[in-house]
C-alpha cells in the first residue's frame, strides 16, 4: 500500500462522516457508493456530483442502483 494512501483514506472517511451528518444520511451508505464508483473507475468527484449521490441516497435508492446508474452514466460519455 503506498505510504501516503491512510491519510487519504482516513480524510475521506472523515469527510464522508461529516457531509453524512450534515445532509442526515448514512455514512455507510455515502462511502458504500464512493467506494463501490472508485473500484469501477470514478474518481473524479465534483461538488455536484457528490450532491446527486446523496439526493438518490435520500430519495431511498439503494447503493447499487446508484453506482450502476453512476456507471451508465460515465459509460455514455465515451461512447458519444
Known sequence: MPENA???LERLKTS???ISEIFDINPE??????L???ARGKSNW???????VIL???NGLEPRQIIE???R?????YLH
Open 56 to 58: 438518490m441516497i435520500k
Open 36 to 38: 463501490g464508483c472508485a
Open 73 to 77: 452514466e460515465k459509460a455514455q460519455k
Open 16 to 18: 464522508i462522516r461529516d
Open 29 to 34: 451508505t455515502l462511502y458504500s457508493v464512493m
Open 46 to 52: 465534483t461538488r455536484e456530483g457528490v450532491v446527486e
Open 69 to 71: 446508474g453512476m456507471m
Open 6 to 8: 491512510l491519510p487519504n
